[in-house]
Each structure stands twice: as C-alpha cells, then as structure tokens.
C-alpha cells in the first residue's frame, strides 16, 4: 500500500502550460501527411492542415509548437519557405531519408497551425550554416508591424499584421547535428546570433532559448552559463530566457540497437522505464547549476525533445524514425510530467518528440486514418495540471524491480488551479500487480473525486484496425468525509483525480 497525502496548502511553483508542449519537425512523415495534406488534398483539412489531427491536438490542449526542427532547423533557409508556393525553392533534407524537400509548409503555414491550435510559438534559428543577418531577418518578418523590407515582403506575401513569436531557439544541438561546436565556441555564438533577435514591440517580448546540453554533459550547461552570465552580477536572464536539454529514453545498448517499439520483455519494460527515470537526476543536477549560475530563477531549463526513441517500425524508411507506442510509452510520459510537474520551479517548458508519426508520437496517420496513441491519452489525463500550482504530496516510497532494474512502483504529482480544484496523476508501473492507493487531502476539504484512467498490458497498443484498444476511461473512487479516498490501481496503469 502506497499512501499519497496531497497537503493541498503548502503550494509552490507555477505548472507552466508549456511543460505539456509539442515538437514537429521536418522529419518523415510528421509535417507532411501527418499534419499538412495541402488544401487540394481529398484528407478533410483546414488551410491544408488535417482536421482529424488538429482537432485530436486541440482536445489536449496543445499550449505550444516547436518547429522547424531539430536538426532539419540549422539547415532550414526561411526564405525558401515563403512567397508562391510553385515558386518555393527545393532542398534536400539531408538528415532525414535525404528526401526532397519543396518547403510548401513554411512561415505562413505553421502559424496559421498554430492559429488552429491555439497555441503559443516556438521557433528554432538557424545558427549552424545560416547567418545572424538571416536570422534577424526572420525575425524582423515575423513580428515587425512598421514599414521595413521584411514587414514589406510579408506583406507581399499575404499578411498583414505580424505575428507573436513567443520563443526562438538560437540553434538545435549545436554540440552535434547542428554544427558539433564546442560550448565555448557555441556560447560566442549564441551571444552574437542572440544580439540580432530583435524585439520589435509585439505584445510580449520574444524568449530566447540557448541551446544546452545533451543528457549528462554538465560540462557544456556549465560553459554556456558561464560565459553568458557572471555569477554574483545578477545578470543571468539579460542574455537568455532559457536554456534547453535534450534527453531521449533509449532502451537498447546502444543507437544501433535501441529496441523495438511494441515487442519486449518484462525486463525491457522495466529498465525502459528506469532510463526515463533518469530525467530525475537529469533535473536535479541542472537545477543545481542553474541555481549557481541564476540564484534568481530568471533561466527556465528548456527541455524541448524529449521522448522514448526505439528501433523503426520494419519495413519503413530509416530515417522517417516512424514507431508504434505502447502503454511502455504510456508510462514513461506519466513518469516524465510528473517529474516536469515536481521541478516546474525551473522546468519551464518541454517538447516531446514528436507530434505526428515521429518517435513517442500522440498520433499516428495511414492515408486519411488516425490513430491516438497511449501516449495521447496521457497527454489528456495531465491537462488539468497547466497554469495550476504544485502542491506538496507526499508518498511512502515502493520499489519494483526487475534484473538490475528497480523503479518506483508509483510515480505522482498534484497541483491546484485557480477555482481550488485539485488535479492528481499517478502512475502505478508494476506490469502485474494492481496497486492499491490511499489518497488522503490534508489542509482542505473537498465535496467530490472524478477520477480518469489509462490501464492495459505492457505492449498493449492502439492500431488502425483497432484504434480503441487502449483508451481513457471513467475510474469512479468515493470521497470519505471529504478529504479521503482509495483507488486500486491496475498494473501498468495512469489515472489523474480531479478534486473539488
Ligand atoms: O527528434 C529527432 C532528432 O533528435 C532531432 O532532429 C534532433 O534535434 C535530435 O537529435
């Protein structure tokens, strides 16, 4: 027995809506097909992007979209995207199946998707082989409401007013696909790119976002803090609005073996689940520098891909990284919220990768058919946490193992919105035991429970023949004397609890 106690009135940090965000790149089948069929397409579609899909993302609440990439971004001309689009220049995406591509979703489109979504913006610069002229230059596009030759060619374009920009990432992975740089080099780099992301007076100022480490290299956050602000002069912040991390969960020995998506052992299943675990650590130790660098909180820790990565679906190209998601994958997203939830004083935003038919993707599409994956619906159950604050809870910690993998049995986080209505997600990992959960209320008194759940077998899966197979539903618990309840978990399951 696990005893959760949420103490409803010791609340900390902020649950930003954006810890709950997207990532779509110019890879495979996400944009194209998966997203953006193109206004001629027989697919149902809005201004060329799927209906199906925008109203699957928009029940989730999307709060914001990163694009273009990933590394497509640091090979990605802006100005081949825009203007007619017979006219638009074709390239070559170099990274991904090495497929032609004829930039037909560029600047408009992805924020008339964004429009449709409902959703914040998040772009990625080109910093590996673009130029800071470029780079100012999209800006200056995207967001200048005066008289100047790139408002102008907007206009020309189509569009009169400019658009928010919310966030622009200065670079993807510059330590690897996005130029290999070392972090000093890098941090040069970001201050000179930086400089020349303008703010041109839109309604909020755009947050820019450093690119920052990949897993454990404590070295590059260290180096890029370190020459972008000095410890003690309280400037951290002048220069950057975030920092980002890259961290996938890869089950395999290695990137030539990572695994299959949806074949696997119980071991497998538990040691995929103790690499997700990871980010814990991962948090920990960069919210530690990040406090010595910025004691005052000012850099929000990016973490804009994140996600299980396993071996492709066979028979499908290699570099569309298209995989199937499992309830394995349910977990892990139930297991990495929590933990975005639980650091939100500094977790300020993520990504997962990605949105449509790419790595831990919420949907899947063949055609006109869409399928939503486990993943999704933990995306659905998590919802109520954005915008409310964290809340205190308190668990008695259980271990399951398997080999040399032991993980806690329950994974959890609680939050309170703005009505007072508490919003509680758990996720009980055992993959044979149901788990029985006392939940007690300390510190307020509640007159309902509504409780969700997301329950199957490991590899349990939803597939275009049987897209119904593992779905959310209701998970009734009764409330005693206000402020008790108890929920028997079945194994491999993730229920959230709303109470009010
Ligand atoms: O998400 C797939 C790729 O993973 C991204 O393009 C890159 O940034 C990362 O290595």
């Given at each position: 027995m696990t005893k959760i106690t949420i103490h409803a009135d010791r609340r900390s940090s902020r649950i930003e809506p954006e810890i709950q965000g997207q990532f779509a790149e110019h890879l495979g089948r996400c944009i194209y097909e998966g997203i953006y069929v193109g206004?001629?397409?027989?697919?149902?579609?809005?201004n060329g992007m799927r209906k199906d899909v925008v109203e699957a993302l928009k029940a989730i609440r999307v709060p914001v979209l990163r694009w273009p990439g990933g590394c497509f971004a640091d090979e990605y001309h802006w100005m081949d995207g825009i203007g007619p689009c017979a006219e638009r220049k074709r390239m070559i995406n170099t990274n991904w199946g090495g497929l032609v591509e004829d930039n037909s979703f560029g600047t408009h489109e992805y924020m008339e998707l964004c429009r449709q979504l409902g959703c914040r913006t998040y772009i990625t610069g080109n910093l590996g082989s673009g130029t800071p002229r470029e780079m100012s230059e999209w800006v200056e596009y995207m967001?200048?409401?005066?008289?100047s030759p790139m408002a102008d060619l907007r206009r020309r374009n189509g569009r009169d007013e400019p658009w928010q920009v919310d966030y622009f990432g200065v670079g993807n992975e510059s330590w690897g696909?996005?130029?290999?740089?070392r972090p000093s080099y890098y941090a040069d780099l970001y201050r000179r790119y930086g400089t020349f992301v303008?703010?041109?007076?839109?309604?909020k100022r755009i947050r820019k976002i450093a690119c920052g480490p990949n897993a454990d290299d404590w070295q590059w956050m260290r180096t890029v803090l370190a020459d972008c602000c000095t410890p003690?002069?309280?400037?951290?912040?002048?220069?950057?609005d975030g920092i980002s991390l890259h961290y996938y969960t890869v089950p395999g020995e290695d990137w030539d073996h990572k695994g299959d998506a949806s074949v696997f052992t119980t071991e497998e299943y538990y040691r995929t689940l103790a690499k997700a675990w990871r980010m814990e650590t991962l948090l920990d130790k960069y919210c530690d520098i990040l406090d010595e660098y910025d004691p005052e909180g000012r850099i929000g820790l990016i973490v804009d891909e994140w996600g299980t990565w396993y071996d492709v679906e066979p028979g499908t190209n290699p570099g569309f990284l298209y995989q199937q998601n499992t309830m394995r994958d349910a977990i892990v997203a139930a297991i990495t919220l929590n933990l975005f939830n639980l650091y939100s004083r500094r977790v300020r935003m993520a990504n997962i990768a990605q949105t449509v038919n790419v790595l831990q993707a919420m949907v899947l599409t063949d055609g006109e058919r869409m399928v939503k994956t486990p993943t999704y619906h933990v995306f659905d159950l998590f919802k109520e946490h954005q915008g409310g604050v964290l809340l205190d809870t308190t668990a008695e910690p259980e271990f399951v193992s398997s080999g040399e993998d032991k993980v806690p049995l329950v994974s959890l986080s609680s939050s309170m919105d703005e009505s007072g209505r508490i919003c509680l997600t758990v996720a009980n990992a055992s993959a044979s035991d149901s788990v029985t959960i006392p939940v007690e209320v300390s510190g307020r008194s509640c007159r309902v429970v509504r409780g969700r759940i997301l329950a199957g077998a490991p590899d349990d899966k939803n597939t275009f023949d049987d897209p119904e197979k593992v779905t959310v539903r209701d998970f009734f618990a009764d409330l005693v004397d206000g402020s008790y309840f108890c929920a028997e978990m079945p194994p491999c399951s993730v229920a959230s609890f709303i109470l009010e």
């Open positions: 206004e001629d397409s027989d697919i149902p579609n809005v967001t200048f409401s005066g008289e696909c996005g130029g290999f740089m303008r703010d041109y007076g839109q309604r003690g002069k309280r400037d951290a912040g002048r220069m950057m």
